[in-house]
T-cell receptor, first 111, second 111 residues
């Protein structure tokens, strides 16, 4: 069965800290890995990674995929209280438009 | 404005009652999805549709039904057979093989 596992499940940090969120996947016929940020309602798209070793970056957020070891990390530098959210990782498989989601990492950034 | 809308924001269901959640998109996306989110569970796929008049069961379809009569619309009915319907329901859409974008969600509560 396809599986996406995120760790840690929750994390509390102080403003200015750097955090690394982990996502490992076992998906048949892997095609891409996606990261979403969910605050109160709809998850919003952050990154999609399809090639190994390539870093995607947007401001203080960056993500990298390791297709050999089957994992991805999401890095947030100089965290702010507005980064507090649930971060979801999802993997897609070739031949399907389905995404398999992990349980999410709940990040709390305290002032 | 382009986007995905869901209604209502909150929905109350009495025992034995069927209720329908609305999802509309004007992004011209071919594929649409319904997810259920419970605390600590991540997103679980209920149904998805890749084209009008066609849909497939996801991982937790029991007690739910859908229709896809128009490209823009993908309503979800929570039937009385769904014994534990209290959850946050998210609708998403995507162009083929691309990122899924989410609506704001409907929170369903049982009276």
């Amino acid at each position: 069965e396809d599986k996406v596992v995120q760790s840690p499940l929750s994390l509390v940090v102080h403003e200015g800290d750097t955090v690394t969120l982990n996502c490992s996947y076992e998906v048949t016929n892997f095609r891409s890995l996606l990261w979403y940020k969910q605050e109160k309602k709809a998850p919003t798209f952050l990154f999609m990674l399809t090639s190994s070793g390539i870093e995607k970056k947007s401001g203080r957020l960056s993500s990298i995929l390791d297709k050999k070891e089957l994992f991805s990390i999401l890095n947030i530098t100089a965290t702010q209280t507005g980064d507090s959210a649930i971060y979801l990782c999802a993997s897609s498989e070739g031949g399907s438009e389905k995404l398999v989601f992990g349980k999410g990492t709940k990040l709390t950034v305290n002032p | 404005d382009g986007g995905i809308t869901q209604s209502p924001k909150y929905l109350f269901r009495k025992e034995g009652q069927n209720v329908t959640l609305s999802c509309e998109q004007n992004l011209n996306h071919d594929a649409m999805y319904w997810y259920r989110q419970d605390p600590g569970q991540g997103l679980r796929l209920i149904y998805y549709s890749q084209i009008v008049n066609d849909f497939q069961k996801g991982d937790i379809a029991e007690g739910y039904s859908v229709s896809r009569e128009k490209k823009e619309s993908f309503p979800l009915t929570v039937t009385s057979a769904q014994k534990n319907p209290t959850a946050f329901y998210l609708c998403a859409s995507s162009k083929n093989w691309e990122t899924q974008y989410f609506g704001p969600g409907t929170r369903l509560l049982v009276l």
